[in-house]
């Protein structure tokens, strides 16, 4: 894929799975686009050729946020045609994010994207509890037990989808 046309996928990605378009100068924004293009990869759909790392905020891209930079926001989404697989998991992604939680949708969309990061990357042979012990070990802002259980579930969900 071209550079020119990875802005407006981007986009469609984010309009999918969120049902908003995406501002560049949001910092919400653009980690909430790091955790979908994450979590869709991790489910077999690329949105281009991005590596993922442990990062202040989970699974970070470089050159993914590098992407964001290239007037993502100016990109219309409407011309994007997906496969029925990629519409099914941004579908699925949708219907996660915006299940009932105390988190807002940024650290919602970060903590189930972490988690998965965690298990797969970091800890694989860590039990559930063990990823989420760890996940709140790590980041200050998602140490809601009751919560990072209820993503772990939501995850599993994701994941079997």
């Not at 986009?11 to 909430?32: I, K, L, T, W």
């Not at 996660?96 to 970091?122: G, M, N, Q």
Request: glycine share 2%; hydrophobic share 40%.
């Amino acid at each position: 894929m071209d550079r020119i046309s990875q802005p407006r996928l981007l986009n469609a990605v984010f309009r999918n799975v969120y049902g908003m378009e995406f501002h560049a100068d949001s910092m919400d924004n653009r980690v909430m686009l790091q955790k979908a293009v994450f979590l869709m990869r991790e489910r077999g759909v690329s949105c281009g050729d991005y590596e993922f790392v442990w990062d202040q905020y989970g699974p970070f891209s470089a050159e993914l946020s590098d992407d964001m930079k290239i007037a993502v926001e100016d990109a219309p989404a409407l011309s994007v045609a997906f496969s029925q697989e990629a519409m099914e998991i941004m579908e699925c992604l949708k219907k996660a994010f915006f299940c009932e939680t105390e988190y807002s949708l940024r650290y919602w969309a970060e903590a189930i994207a972490s988690l998965l990061y965690l298990k797969k990357y970091v800890y694989p042979s860590y039990t559930d509890e063990e990823i989420i012990e760890a996940l709140e070990n790590r980041k200050k802002d998602l140490r809601n037990r009751k919560e990072n259980q209820k993503a772990m579930k939501v995850l599993k969900k994701i994941l079997a989808a």
